[in-house]
């Protein structure tokens, strides 16, 4: 309901999967099935075996002001667009060369010829969820700079989701500039 729309994209060789399986604790979970202080330090390890060149990823963020003016699924298009980009330029990944793994229904740029949807991808394939992990704490810690900046919100607490307390303090302080003025038209 608040924030921009995040979407990561992760790059690894095939032979690292095990590698990544034992980062994740052994087993592939959804980001949201994993506690915030389980994901911090697995982002952690992810950092760091980017920093040693092992793996490469990146972010991109799309603004609430966006997805009220195009929509959230040409948002989404376009931050994995942005972030296939910024992978390609800064890392040995590019389309033309690896296999793109999409979560859900997702799909990325046509220039991308070898890419494949996988629904429940982040609980199902280690790549999506590392992508899905990286996303979710870069997004998170957007999210609590930003509490600063609208404290009577909370997104410290609820990340700018549409929880109970999340609407009730829309309905007590109104919609700030950091709300997607489409999510929030029923409360």
């Known amino acids: 309901m608040a924030g921009p729309v995040t979407v990561g994209v992760f790059g690894a060789r095939d032979n690292l999967r095990s590698t990544l399986i034992k980062i994740l604790g052994g087993r592939i979970k959804d980001s949201k099935q994993l506690s915030p202080t389980k994901r911090e330090a697995i982002f952690e390890k992810l950092l760091e075996s980017k920093k040693e060149g092992k793996v490469d990823f990146a ?20 931050a ?22 999409l979560d859900g229904l997702l799909k990325a740029p046509k220039e ?3 890419q494949k949807t996988i629904i ?26 930003l509490a600063k900046k609208y404290p009577k919100y909370g997104f410290e607490i609820h990340k700018g989701y549409g929880t109970v307390q999340h609407r009730k303090l829309i309905k007590k302080h109104g919609i700030s500039a950091l709300h997607r003025v489409s999510f929030c038209s029923r409360i």
């Open 120 to 145: 429940g991808g982040d609980a199902k394939d280690v790549f999506i969820a590392c992508a899905s992990i990286v996303a979710k704490v870069t997004r998170d810690r957007l999210m609590c700079q």
């Open 59 to 78: 972010i991109s963020h799309v603004s609430n002001k966006i997805i009220d003016k195009i929509g959230i699924s040409k948002s989404i298009s376009q």
């Open 112 to 114: 991308y010829k070898n």
């Open 80 to 101: 994995i667009s942005n972030s296939l980009k910024k992978l390609h330029h800064t890392s040995k990944y590019n389309g033309s060369h690896c296999i793109v793994r």
